[in-house]
Antibody, heavy 118, light 110 residues
Framework: QVQLVESGGGLVKPGGSLRLSCAAS????????MSWIRQAPGKGLEWVSYISSSGSTTYCADSVKGRFTTSRDNAKNSLFLQMDSLRAEDTALYYC???????????WGQGTLVTVSS | QSALTQPASVSGSPGQSITISCTGS?????????VSWYQQHPGKAPKLMIYDVSVRPSGVSNRFSGSKSGNTASLTISGLQAEDEADYYCSSYTSGSHVVFGGGTKLTVL
């Protein structure tokens, strides 16, 4: 069965960095576009980024442009989100999801919590 | 890119039908047939209920249906059940290959 397991979240100070990972299994990872979506505590969903199946194309929300970088390792069935220059408003539960762009996000992980606070 | 506009809350009694609207612009909902709807129960990950405006994924009850007119998409739930009580989010593909979500609607089953 499809599984997406995020890791790497934690408490970080403003201006700091964090690298999230998403381990995928149960499907052909290299055939699928992937996305990161976040949800601040008690708030709604916010799209963060998209990466194509090959990794050659990425897009990200204006709110994280220039600070977050999305990448993948198809040999290791893994998705990554490098987050730099973190701000308090980046505090959220970060989900990885299979799909993205004009492909629906059918499968989601359980999320990893990122807290940015001094 | 501004978030899509959804009502903050809707409610209905068991057995009734409710409709949740999602309003965007010609750059998102009006320009593409890539509207999705997600259901989220407290403490759980979102679940895809509708994609491509009106397509139900395998396993989703046919009580859930989607439609679109102009810049507004709608999710209709018929025969409301207690288990339908959850938050619902719309999303749309946008110009620039981005995705935008609605602010979410809390559905209360009375």
């Amino acid at each position: 069965q499809v599984q997406l397991v995020e890791s790497g979240g934690g408490l970080v100070k403003p201006g700091g960095s964090l690298r999230l990972s998403c381990a995928a299994s149960g499907f052909t990872f290299s055939d699928n576009h992937m996305s990161w979506i976040r949800q601040a505590p008690g708030k709604g969903l916010e799209w963060v980024s998209y990466i194509s199946s090959s990794g050659s194309t990425t897009y990200c929300a204006d709110s994280v442009k220039g600070r977050f970088t999305t990448s993948r390792d198809n040999a290791k069935n893994s998705l990554f989100l490098q987050m730099d220059s973190l701000r308090a408003e980046d505090t959220a539960l970060y989900y990885c999801a299979r799909g993205g762009g004009n492909y629906p996000s059918v499968y989601w992980g359980q999320g990893t919590l990122v807290t940015v606070s001094s | 890119q501004s978030a899509l506009t959804q009502p903050a809350s809707v409610s209905g009694s068991p057995g009734q039908s409710i409709t949740i609207s999602c309003t965007g612009s010609s750059s998102d909902i009006g320009g593409y047939n890539y509207v999705s709807w997600y259901q989220q129960h407290p403490g759980k990950a979102p679940k895809l209920m509708i994609y491509d405006v009106s397509v139900r994924p395998s396993g989703v009850s046919n009580r859930f249906s989607g439609s679109k007119s102009g810049n507004t998409a709608s999710l209709t739930i018929s025969g409301l059940q207690a288990e339908d009580e959850a938050d619902y989010y719309c999303s749309s593909y946008t110009s620039g290959s981005h995705v935008v979500f609605g602010g979410g609607t809390k559905l209360t089953v009375l």
